[in-house]
């Protein structure tokens, strides 16, 4: 008779204790799954791991501009950030998709930004008076409010945040590094033009002259548009590598060497260039005040290539020049992505 009352007694207990633990379970293993590799700072919101998650409520967005955002599983310590900006009529998806960015991310730690356009056009701003100044508004604006958020809520360093694009965002490329000099170590910049060659005071995003070839200036003059982007600004300018293709019909080849007259002279180098090469058949390779992977600006000619010059592979050379890895990769072309 004893025992019949501790066996009652224990059962309701037994069946709360399982009711808990099913309760958790669940918890547990979706806490498991979204949590980051790396906790983020000051108990910000981080986002999940290994997938393209949308950010909100970031900061200033003058232009609506959406934020994607790629941390891989393995993300370093102090990561670096790379904000990769896609082309008219693309998206921060696309970009993810037409590019690799995201698996160098899992296998280098670092983390990557998409910026995406909401305007009608899909272009980004590089043509307004707004953008194409320190804190004037617009685009640049919203993308320096993305690379803050990172950098606060993954303590990533500061010293090592770089931009990347393709067509409208190689343009935009050109101008953050113009506009914000002490954010962007380097940038690499897929079928552009120089900071404040398509500017227009109409409100107009195109620029035909510049989309022609047909705008040409001094060395000191386009470099002259760039310190004028932030007035006093005496610290050190991030590397530049310019990709172009000879046949490019969109954004036209002369287009490739007023950007390497406007960055030599921004970096005081000579337009001699220090070394020249072939990486592969076709190609031409250009370096300016350095031989080495990290010159402060290279330029890389394709021979017989059109706008829709980005091929998978490429992504590795970038990082080379960024100082994100240690090797690049031989690309092979493969679909572009369309502009």
Same mark, same amino acid.
């Not at 293709?245 to 960055?263: A, C, H, M, S």
């Not at 921004?266 to 250009?286: A, F, I, L, M």
């Given at each position: 008779m004893s025992t019949t009352p501790r066996a009652t007694a224990r059962r309701p207990l037994r069946r709360t204790l399982l009711a808990l633990l099913a309760a958790l379970v669940p918890l547990l293993a979706a806490t498991v799954l979204t949590a980051p590799a790396a906790a983020a700072r000051d108990g910000a919101a981080a986002v999940p791991t290994a997938t393209l998650t949308e950010v909100t409520d970031f900061g200033a967005n003058p232009s609506n501009l959406r934020m994607y955002l790629y941390v891989p599983d393995n993300v370093t310590p102090n990561p670096a950030v790379v904000a990769a900006v896609h082309w008219c009529t693309g998206s921060g998806p696309d970009m993810f998709n037409g590019t690799e960015y995201d698996t160098l991310a899992d296998r280098y730690g670092f983390i990557v930004l998409y910026p995406s356009v909401t305007r009608s056009s899909k272009c980004f701003d590089v043509s307004s008076p707004r953008a194409l100044r320190r804190g004037g508004?617009?685009?640049?604006?919203?993308?320096?409010?993305?690379? %803050? &958020? /990172?950098?606060? +809520?993954?303590?990533? %360093?500061?010293? #090592?945040?770089?931009?990347?694009?393709?067509?409208?965002?190689?343009?935009?490329?050109?101008?953050?590094? !113009?506009?914000?000099?002490? /954010?962007?170590?380097?940038?690499?910049?897929?079928?552009?033009?120089?900071?404040?060659?398509?500017? +227009?005071?109409? *409100?107009?995003? &195109?620029?035909?002259?510049?989309?022609?070839?047909? /705008?040409? #200036?001094?060395?000191?003059? &386009?470099? %002259?548009?760039? #310190?004028?982007?932030?007035? *006093?600004?005496?610290?050190?300018?991030?590397?530049?590598?310019?990709?172009?293709?000879?046949?490019?019909?969109?954004?036209?080849?002369?287009?490739?060497?007023?950007?390497?007259?406007?960055?030599?002279?921004?970096?005081? /180098?000579?337009?001699?260039?220090? *070394? +020249?090469?072939?990486?592969?058949?076709? &190609?031409?390779?250009? #370096?300016? *005040? !350095?031989? !080495? %992977?990290?010159?402060?600006v290279e330029a890389i000619s394709l021979q017989g290539v059109g706008h829709n010059l980005y091929a998978q592979g490429m992504a590795s050379r970038v990082l080379t020049f960024f100082g994100l890895d240690s090797s690049g990769r031989r690309p092979s072309r493969s679909r572009a992505p369309a502009r």
């Open positions: 508004g617009s685009d640049p604006v919203g993308i320096k409010s993305m690379i %803050d &958020w /990172v950098t606060r +809520t993954y303590d990533a %360093d500061t010293s #090592r945040v770089f931009a990347t694009g393709i067509s409208s965002g190689a343009m935009m490329t050109n101008v953050l590094l !113009g506009d914000y000099p002490d /954010v962007f170590a380097a940038g690499a910049a897929f079928s552009g033009v120089p900071f404040g060659c398509f500017a +227009t005071t109409d *409100g107009s995003e &195109w620029n035909s002259a510049c989309a022609n070839g047909t /705008v040409t #200036r001094t060395p000191q003059a &386009w470099g %002259d548009l760039v #310190r004028g982007a932030y007035p *006093g600004y005496t610290g050190p300018r991030p590397r530049m590598q310019l990709w172009h293709g000879t046949q490019d019909d969109v954004l036209r080849y002369p287009n490739f060497g007023e950007e390497i007259k406007q960055w030599t002279n921004v970096h005081g /180098v000579s337009r001699t260039p220090s *070394g +020249t090469d072939s990486p592969q058949p076709g &190609w031409n390779r250009t #370096r300016y *005040g !350095g031989t !080495g %992977d990290r010159a402060p």
